[in-house]
């Protein structure tokens, strides 16, 4: 009975394990492929894309209507004369009037509203890669915050190590009260380091945190992809019209001029339509039908203010499609530029600087343990040292984000 009972408790379990959501992430343990997934289900920005492209698809419903007929009935003679007490004494005349749209009216509205749909949809794209930009920088920004409080901690570890060391020399003769209240100074500034390292990290977190909708639990981020390799892309020309933005851009343009068409259209003539029954229930007892037709008179005013914005507004959708492809080709200068200059400053890191800083450390532990170096000049390598590699992390998220900004500006970072 009580293996039973147990195998049914692993069943359960393991039951409850299949069950869980497919967005259930572990936050400790955070990769920036997850870090994606969270962002999609739960940004807010995102979302907001979302609900225009929702309300552009409301907008084609409406633009696809055709005018509704319009029923009308009036009475007169009601209860008249001595002869007439009753409603049916009154003269009633039912009429039923329906407006034709002529100079294609509705098919330009289906149009612009089509047009505006699809642009809502690229901007939706759009939202989506600078969204992908910024989660993808911030995800970095956590791995660089995580790095620098790893040193931080690694140089006050080193530090109070140091100073016991230190406290045991003097005790033993072998240096000054000065030097050991120097190497106390620069320990008690290395845990001031790593307290604003730690700052560092949880404002890191709380910016990832937001993207991905995890404000609650941002303490409890932990990013563990490691930094991209530093092989720079074979540069491309770039064919700016694929991306989102100067997509939407030109589809704007061609709303614009489907509302220039549809506002010179208002100056063709609608038609309405009209027919009516009349009873006339007075004097004589008799029905008639009728007949009507009528056109809208434009002696005063012929749409030359509806006709004015529109082109006003297509020439204000052109000069913004010019700016658009120029900001584009400026992104993608900049982030060129910028992947460049980050993939030099970390090869030279990785080829000597790190290695020749902390050779001149170890030179400079050897030399101070046998007397052969001040305090002073210790403590002048070990801040070196800690610099070099402050600098070395920070050029490396400065490449993995230079990188996300160049494969994005240049639609290399598009899912397929």
């Known amino acids: 009975m009580k293996k039973f009972l147990i195998l049914l408790v692993l069943c359960i379990s393991a039951r409850t394990a299949l069950a869980a959501p ?106 989506m890669r600078q969204g992908r930009i910024a989660l993808q920088q911030a995800y970095f920004d956590l791995v660089l915050a995580q790095e620098k409080h790893r040193i931080a901690e690694d140089n006050a570890r080193l530090f109070g190590q140091t100073v016991e060391a230190s406290q045991l020399r003097l005790k033993a003769g072998d240096i000054a009260p000065s030097e050991l209240s120097r190497i106390q100074v620069d320990a008690l500034r290395a845990q001031n380091d790593v307290r604003q390292a730690i700052n560092d990290e949880q404002q890191a977190q709380a910016a990832l945190a937001y993207l991905i909708g995890a404000e609650a639990d941002a303490r409890a981020i932990h990013a563990d992809d490691a930094w991209p390799g530093n092989t720079v892309p074979v540069a491309t020309a770039g064919n700016i019209d694929n991306r989102p933005d100067v997509r939407s851009a030109v589809l704007r343009v061609q709303a614009a001029e489907s509302a220039r068409d549809l506002a010179q259209s208002l100056k063709t003539r609608d038609v309405t339509v009209g027919v009516q029954v009349e009873h006339n229930g007075m004097d004589q007892q008799s029905n008639t039908v009728g007949f009507g037709v009528s056109v809208p008179l434009m002696t005063g005013y012929e749409y030359q203010g509806e006709i004015g914005r529109s082109e006003a507004d297509l020439m204000t959708a052109r000069d913004d499609l010019e700016r658009v492809r120029a900001q584009a080709l400026t992104d993608i200068n900049k982030a060129r530029a910028d992947l460049e200059a980050a993939a030099e400053r970390v090869q030279r890191y990785d080829g000597s600087l790190l290695a020749e800083s902390q050779h001149a450390l170890d030179a400079a532990e050897f030399a101070y343990r046998h007397g052969a170096l001040s305090v002073m000049d210790l403590l002048d390598a070990r801040r070196t040292f800690k610099a070099t590699q402050i600098d070395a992390v920070t050029a490396r998220a400065d490449f993995a984000k230079a990188l996300v900004a160049w494969r994005y500006a240049t639609g290399e970072g598009e899912p397929q």
Do not use: C
């Not at 979302?47 to 929702?54: H, I, M, N």
């Not at 009154?90 to 330009?108: A, H, I, M, P, Y």
């Open 22 to 127: 497919p967005d259930t992430v572990m936050l400790p343990h955070l990769t920036l492929q997850q870090a994606e997934q969270l962002w999609s289900q739960h940004n807010r920005e995102l979302q907001l894309a979302r609900d225009q492209v929702e309300a552009t698809a409301a907008d084609k419903l409406g633009a696809a209507q055709r005018p509704n007929p319009q029923l009308s009935m009036n009475t007169t003679g009601i209860g008249t004369g001595r002869d007439h007490r009753y409603l049916g004494g009154s003269d009633t005349v039912l009429r039923l009037d329906q407006t034709f749209e002529r100079g294609g009216k509705r098919e330009l509205r289906m149009r612009g509203a089509d047009l505006r749909h699809a642009a809502a949809k690229q901007d939706m794209q759009d939202a």
